[in-house]
């Protein structure tokens, strides 16, 4: 028997995963929640095996929410249940701790079938994803890395791990108009507008995970 919690804050989406997953004798619905708070609430009482985390919740949201579960928890299985179809939410997910990602359009027999692999040890993508995740940003920018210099890499990660301008002179040990200079350099070498730009840009081309 499998011991499952469900985790979003649209009471439908809840009503519906509990309708669908009610015919499987060997799956246990333990409870619910409708957001990160709620659901470390109830796992002061309650055990599970696997919880099917939904990513945008208020309050305290999925990717958070499962962050502190592995913490807490490292046994459960997290499978993300969420409508981005997005390399950057699958990977952040991921990296969060999550064994598995399904899109809300995932049909029932899929859903079943992903609780079951994960449970066993295994990572699960929908079958919609694989192709989304792995192609969803073409690499046509690869060969500006040439271009890009190891200290202005060094300081595109920094940006990514949302660091100052101050923090990443301060960690690499350079003056602050230096990490400006190299900003600028990266904008230019990119193509791109603001630093959202310089992130998706290390997302296409594997810089961050």
Not at 92 to 108: D, E, H, N, V, W
Not at 127 to 153: A, C
Not at 173 to 191: A, C, P
Request: charged fraction near 25%.
């Amino acid at each position: 028997m499998i011991e499952l919690i469900i985790v979003d804050d649209h009471p439908l989406i809840l009503e519906g995963m509990q309708a669908i997953l009610a015919d499987h004798s060997d799956i246990l619905i333990k409870g619910v929640a409708n957001n990160g708070i709620k659901l470390l609430q109830l796992m002061e009482s309650v055990t599970c095996d696997v919880i099917i985390m939904d990513i945008n919740m208020p309050d305290m949201d999925g990717i958070e929410t499962t962050k502190n579960i592995i913490r807490l928890f490292p046994d459960i299985k997290v499978i993300a249940f969420s409508q981005y179809d997005d390399k950057y939410f699958i990977r952040r997910i991921l990296k969060a701790g999550a064994k598995g990602y399904l899109l809300k359009s995932t049909l029932p027999n899929e859903i079943n079938t992903a609780i079951k692999q994960v449970y066993d040890g295994m990572i699960y993508l929908g079958k919609e994803l694989p192709g989304l995740y792995k192609n969803q940003y073409p690499k046509k920018s690869m060969p500006l890395l040439s271009s890009i210099t190891k200290r202005e890499i060094e300081v595109l990660k920094k940006i990514c791990q949302e660091k100052s301008t101050k923090e990443i002179a301060k960690e690499l040990f350079i003056s602050i108009h230096t990490v400006e200079t190299h900003r600028s350099n990266l904008l230019v070498k990119i193509r791109a507008k603001n630093s959202a730009g310089l992130v998706k840009w290390a997302l296409q081309n594997d810089l961050i995970q």
